[in-house]
């Protein structure tokens, strides 16, 4: 099973709004309303951010929120904060697990 | 508290062997299915496999790069999860998280340790 696809790198300013794909196929992504989101800050375990494509954990900022159409879920992070830069991973997680191949996410 | 600790990892040779072992506490660990994923050094998540809870079965599952080198066990006398990693390449060279999820009426808490640096290298 290959890794989910996402963008590399996207970037945003303080305040605005930023979306992150990831692409998979009509066996997993397509298939299933499991799909998470994680954040990973250097050098710390990542935090689960969005679980079955759009809940979110409790603690977790409502700037955060999760949707999916057809094979591709999406992130999207409103209001960018400074605090948001860092790494952000989909995970496609019916049976076996799998992630997606990150995006690094920075405040200009 | 939920916590997890992993321990075990090292530098080894490759082909060489060695075990990882994660202590749970603060939740009941035999009710849990717990995963393995590692990170390679500035590198992605990737999955390395799964064991069910023993009411579930307690059947394993892998990725395909480790399938037939690593075993994932448990202990639920001991509240500890393992890792057996044999046949080690440099590529398993990594960060190794033990994971899981808590799901609860209201609930859905997903944890990870801190991880434990496996190094595979001559």
């Known amino acids: 099973q290959s890794a989910l696809t996402q963008p590399a790198s996207v970037s945003g300013s303080p305040g605005q709004s930023i979306t992150i794909s990831c692409t998979g196929t009509?066996?997993?992504?397509?298939?299933?309303?499991?799909v998470s989101w994680y954040q990973q800050h250097p050098g710390k375990a990542p935090k689960l951010m969005i679980y079955?494509?759009?809940k979110r954990p409790s603690g977790v900022s409502n700037r955060f929120s999760g949707s999916k159409s057809g094979n591709t879920a999406s992130l999207t992070i409103s209001g960018l904060q400074a605090e948001d830069e860092a790494d952000y991973y989909c995970?496609?997680?019916?049976?076996?697990?799998?992630f997606g191949t990150g995006t690094k996410v920075t405040v200009l | 508290e939920v916590q997890l600790v992993e321990s075990g990892g090292g530098l080894v040779k490759p082909g060489g062997s060695l075990r990882l072992s994660c202590a749970a506490s603060?939740?009941?660990?035999?009710?849990?299915?717990m995963n393995w994923v590692r990170q390679a050094p500035g590198k992605g998540l990737e999955w390395v496999g799964r064991?069910?809870?023993?009411?579930?079965?307690?059947?394993?599952d892998y990725a395909a790069p480790v399938k037939g080198r690593f075993t994932i066990s448990r202990d639920d006398s001991k509240n500890t999860l393992y890792l057996q990693m044999n046949s080690l390449k440099t590529e398993d060279t990594a960060v190794y998280y033990c994971?899981?999820?808590?799901?609860?009426?209201?609930?859905?808490?997903?944890?990870w340790g801190q991880g434990t640096l496996v190094t595979v290298s001559s």
């Open positions: 064991i069910k809870r023993k009411t579930d079965g307690g059947t394993t």
């Open positions: 079955e494509v759009s």
């Open positions: 009509s066996s997993d992504v397509g298939s299933y309303n499991l």
């Open positions: 603060g939740f009941t660990f035999s009710n849990a299915w």
């Open positions: 995970c496609s997680y019916e049976g076996r697990k799998v």
């Open positions: 994971t899981t999820v808590i799901v609860g009426a209201t609930t859905y808490e997903d944890y």
